[in-house]
């Protein structure tokens, strides 16, 4: 759901059993998406992306699912471990070229339990 | 394995000082940007700068922000005179081409008292 002011929506897991994190986004002319994680205090770090002419993308332990229909991204983790706990930000390519910058979504607190 | 580093880790300032942050980017990265995180809410894009010159800002890159490229290796960001809503986390990103992944810096805390 939404967030609104310093809260973010949190998804509680079982450590072991897999994380769904979706993310709608709001540019159709958007050609390209990445999901990032965010550790307390630290900067975001690249988790996998996937460009407007793919609808699945595997990665070690991840896979991002888009549908362009709906503009409706998702970020899925199998075998969710402790490490795993954090912010997850999806964002969108807006724009071309040299002129292209990254909007981000608002993050969705990930928090897994031992 | 090549990271985007930035210095300080922390900055505190009085409201109305100037302050510079600094970033090396990914030394064969061609694209640099700034973006800002205040606390507990999402990442806002500042600032792209491509080939010695900025390509897109946003509305919060006002006068009071600009950027440099001084020396090959350095991208900074100088707010002439803070506000105390600056305060936030500034997080420098660089990438090597048009479509591939930015790379983000762990950031510098800037606080304005």
Redesign the interface.
Known sequence: GESV????PTLSVQEGDNSIINCAYSNSAS??F?W?KQES??????II?I?SNMDKRQGQRVTVLLNKTVKHLSLQIAATQPGDSAVY?C?E?V?????????????ITLSVRP | EPEVTQTPSHQVTQMGQEVILRCVPISNHLYFYWYRQILGQKVEFLVSFYNNEISEKSEIFDDQFSVERPDGSNFTLKIRSTKLEDSAMYFCASKRGMNTEAFFGQGTRLTVV
């Open positions: 002011g310093l809260h973010l050609d390209y990445i990032y205090g630290k900067g975001p770090q690249f992306d460009r930000f964002a390519n724009g071309t070229g040299a002129n292209s910058k990254l909007t981000f979504g608002k993050g």
